[in-house]
């Protein structure tokens, strides 16, 4: 069980190894509760492989140690939804809880909304929706992978905002990827830079600094320290 130190995760010494490819090697790390944690790393990396495997979908050695009584929320990347004849308001009734405080949450007040076809909605709408699933089960954890696929530029950091008042309204963890630095400063508490292995893992607001860029961006080193240890 996790220690009573605030933190909702500690991953120590995880890896990957699928078809003889190594996708995540010795990985550690702790995530306090009510933060957003920021997941860094060129294409390839193992950021998605990451959060596949916090949620239990991969084998893997090493240790997962979520706190009691968590509850995950997931939002993919990428969902295919063009050929699916389902409305919104049938893909949020999947989840068990009230879709119409989870659209809330999203800033999706025009509730037509949820008589469209999932197929239609724009990119914007559609990831607002996602998230709004994500949050049906009112989860205390949220893993979000690119949360912004598919948006356009003008709509990508109300999005981000979006999910740091849920963070701080509902009091949940946030775990997200992403791969743009002027989010990672501005919404993320603290960041963890993969490259198969850890690179950095600490404060967000230290990626403009010269030496800790060479780090996540520069050749290669595994890093030990483990946030918070």
């Known amino acids: 069980m996790v220690d009573a130190n605030g933190y909702i995760l500690?991953?120590?010494?995880?890896?990957?190894?699928?078809?003889?490819?190594?996708?995540?090697?010795?990985?550690?790390?702790?995530v306090k509760k009510g933060t957003t944690m920021a997941i860094l790393g060129p294409n390839g990396a193992g950021k998605t492989v990451l959060l596949r495997t916090l949620l239990?979908?991969?084998?893997?050695?090493g240790s997962i140690e979520w706190t009691e009584k968590v509850k995950i929320g997931y939002v993919p990347q990428y969902v295919t939804v063009s050929?699916?004849?389902?409305?919104?308001k049938e893909f949020l009734s999947i989840g068990k809880g009230n879709y119409i405080e989870a659209l809330d949450s999203v800033r999706l007040t025009d509730k037509s909304i949820l008589n469209k076809r999932l197929g239609v909605l724009s990119g914007g709408q559609l990831r607002r929706v996602l998230i709004a699933w994500a949050l049906t089960d009112r989860p205390n954890v949220l893993l979000l992978d690119e949360p912004t696929t598919g948006v356009?530029?003008?709509?990508?950091?109300?999005?981000?905002?979006?999910?740091?008042?849920?963070?701080?309204?509902?009091?949940?963890?946030?775990?997200?990827?992403?791969?743009?630095?002027?989010i990672v400063q501005e919404y993320a508490?603290?960041?963890?830079?993969?490259?198969?292995?850890?690179?950095?893992c600490g404060p967000s607001s230290e990626i403009g600094k010269p030496n800790i860029q060479k780090q996540i961006y520069g050749e290669t080193v595994c890093v030990e320290t483990q946030k918070g240890e």
């Open 152 to 182: 356009d530029m003008d709509s990508e950091e109300p999005i981000y905002l979006m999910l740091n008042d849920i963070k701080k309204t509902q009091k949940i963890t946030i775990l997200l990827i992403t791969h743009n630095i002027h």
């Open 10 to 30: 500690k991953v120590s010494n995880i890896g990957v190894n699928l078809q003889n490819q190594t996708l995540l090697d010795h990985v550690s790390f702790s």
């Open 83 to 88: 050929d699916v004849p389902m409305s919104v």
């Open 56 to 61: 239990n979908l991969l084998p893997h050695t």
């Open 189 to 200: 508490d603290d960041l963890l830079a993969l490259n198969k292995c850890v690179t950095y």
